[in-house]
């Protein structure tokens, strides 16, 4: 079975002007499915750039990219937006809810964008929330629910349309430690029991030990690509280990 | 159809959410449907009015007044010769096979006595056919006859004004009143008319035989004892006035002896195409107070856009995590629009109402006839949407083809 993510000399250039600025030097990476990716380096490393081309949230200068073996490089917006409602889920440092709309509404949102109709869009909504430890809530806003109740909305609206793969873009950037170790665990959770692709971004190593594999970014380019070595071989993890993020180039 | 309702619900929840907003930006399209409705409503009311005059003064009816002469080389203005006669009016219907009917006419002024009261008022003599061609009936009592005419019987029949000033509330019929000093009989009363389209009393008059008119009341011509002022033909349908007007043209030069190179004696004018001429000039007032109005429309429209581009900004994000969850071009595009639409048609249907109020307004401090049509709301509703989509494409275009990384990004 070919990867799930197969990225092939992904290069992102933008024009500042006079200034040719390479976000993205030619990436290669590909990510198998059901695996549990972390993607690290600092501010300006291309990891962002790397995240929105994996989201179909943009599209590369050159380059190949296969979601799902489908070369998504060259396609339009409407059918980028099409890839992005089945293949993806989104999960944000900011939560990104509609305040307006109910914890229930938020989740069914997707089903929205579909070709087809949901008629059961309720029922897989109260799902979903119910999984994520949501039971109840349902018709809280998201200002009456905490930071990382808001955040477990945004993982239940990123599932509800069975994606093939989460991206999660710092999604315990705005939580202290401890709503952070939950959302870890649903994340871990979706990745064993569901088999859904994650792939994260963080700047913490702690958070970063969760995944199997981690990824590092600099300068547009990867500098390191290594397994997370685990202390035991339980899921219970408590990950005491050396992350090669530093690797010369 | 289920995006459809979802984006009306989503509509109808932002402009909730701005409730102030949504209704001063809903102002706009209020006031300029309302205006468009009232004036429409005037217009229509107008051109309504003067249809009615024109079935007031009868139908089909063509007149015949004498016309300038020249005498020693002067000219003397209209209607001061004495070329028309009882005679050519008693020939006209005989002789012209699209003219029904023709009453000739003399006119007056005199002052009427019963008992201590007077009135000064205007006197025609004419002939029954008058009554048939003006479609005067009597309200009560009757009409005087040919043979009145022809005895020069003193009768009178009067409009309800003159019985109103000179009975009051008594009854008039068999009672004797006097017009200049000659005792008349007062046979009928006339169902009453209402002001004419020069907003002259219909019901201020007193028909007597023509014959007894001439005699007694308002003399008779040294001239041509025969004169009269006017002859008030009746063709026989209205496709048959032009027909009926050159026959009538035709006899009487001929009757006039008039040569080729002469210039007609009299005047033949045609109601209708007064009328027609009127009832355009209104409804030209009427397109171009509704064109006016329609200005305060754009208006309205222009600040729909303003409020819709002000929204596009504020919910950037959301637009974008639509975007990022899949929303497509159209999605976004649809949700906005309806939005707009949404504005546009509410305030279309608060605009009709309040059009409505105040045309009824109108006619009450006024006095002007108004009417508004279902046309001119159905027009109203189809304007207001047309508003909407049109002022609302640009901004749901811009929010549509937003980039999604900037628009999460945006703060």
Known sequence: MPPLIDVRDLKKTYQLGEVTVNALAGVTVSIERGSYVAIMGPSGSGKSTFMNLLGCLDRPTSGHYLLDSIPVEGLDRDHLAEIRNQKIGFIFQNFNLLPRMSALENVELPLLYQDHDTPDADDLAEHALMLVGLAGREHNFPAQLSGGQQQRVAIARAMINKPEIILADEPTGALDSRTSAEIMNIFERLNRTQGITMVLVTHSDEIATHADRIIGFRDGLVVSDAPVVRSRRTSEKVAVLRVPVEVPQ | ?411
């Open chain 2, 1 to 411: 159809m289920k995006k459809l309702k979802q984006s009306m619900r989503i509509a109808f929840r932002a402009l909730t959410m701005n409730k102030l907003r949504s209704a001063l930006t809903m102002l706009g399209i209020v006031i300029g449907v309302a205006s468009v409705i009232a004036t429409v409503a005037i217009g229509s009311g107008a051109t309504q009015r003067i249809q009615d005059q024109i079935a007031s003064i009868g139908s089909n009816i063509i007149m015949v007044t004498p016309g300038s002469t020249t005498t020693s080389g002067v000219r003397l203005g209209t209607g001061n010769a004495v070329t028309l006669s009882e005679a050519d009016a008693k020939e006209l219907p005989a002789q012209c096979p699209d003219v029904a009917l023709a009453a000739p006419l003399v006119r007056g002024a005199a002052q009427v006595v019963y008992g201590n009261n007077n009135w000064a008022t205007i006197i025609y003599g004419v002939t029954p056919d008058y009554l048939t061609i003006r479609e005067l009936s009597v309200a009560d009592g009757a009409e005087f006859t040919q043979q009145d005419v022809e005895s020069a019987n003193k009768v009178a029949v009067l409009g309800k004004t003159v019985v109103d000033n000179l009975f009051g509330g008594a009854d008039a019929i068999g009672q004797i009143i006097r017009i200049k000093n000659v005792p008349f009989a007062v046979i009928g009363i006339l169902t009453p008319k209402g002001q004419s389209s020069q907003g002259q009393d219909q019901d201020d008059v007193i028909l007597l035989p023509i014959s007894t008119a001439k005699r007694k009341v308002i003399g008779i011509n040294a001239a041509n004892a025969d004169a009269v002022n006017t002859i008030m033909m009746q063709a026989k349908s209205g496709a048959q006035i032009p027909a009926a007007q050159e026959e009538a043209q035709a006899l009487l030069r001929q009757r006039h002896h008039l040569q080729t190179v002469e210039a007609d004696d009299f005047t033949i004018r045609n109601l209708q195409e007064l009328f027609a001429a009127q009832e355009a000039s209104s409804s030209i007032m009427a397109i171009m107070l509704a064109a006016v109005a329609s200005v305060s429309l754009v208006v309205g429209g222009i600040g729909i856009m303003n409020i819709m581009l002000i929204s596009v900004r504020e919910r950037t994000r959301e637009i974008g995590l639509r975007q990022a969850i899949g929303a497509k071009t159209r999605d976004i595009l649809t949700q906005f629009l309806v939005e707009a639409v949404t504005l546009s048609i509410a305030g279309g249907f608060v605009g009709i109402v309040l059009g409505i109020a105040a045309s009824a307004l109108i006619s009450r401090l006024a006095g002007w006839a108004t009417a508004v049509g279902p046309g001119a709301v159905l027009l109203a509703v189809f304007f207001s949407a047309l508003v909407g989509i049109g002022f609302g494409y640009y901004p749901a275009r811009k929010a549509a083809y937003l980039d999604p990384i900037e628009a999460l990004r945006y703060e």
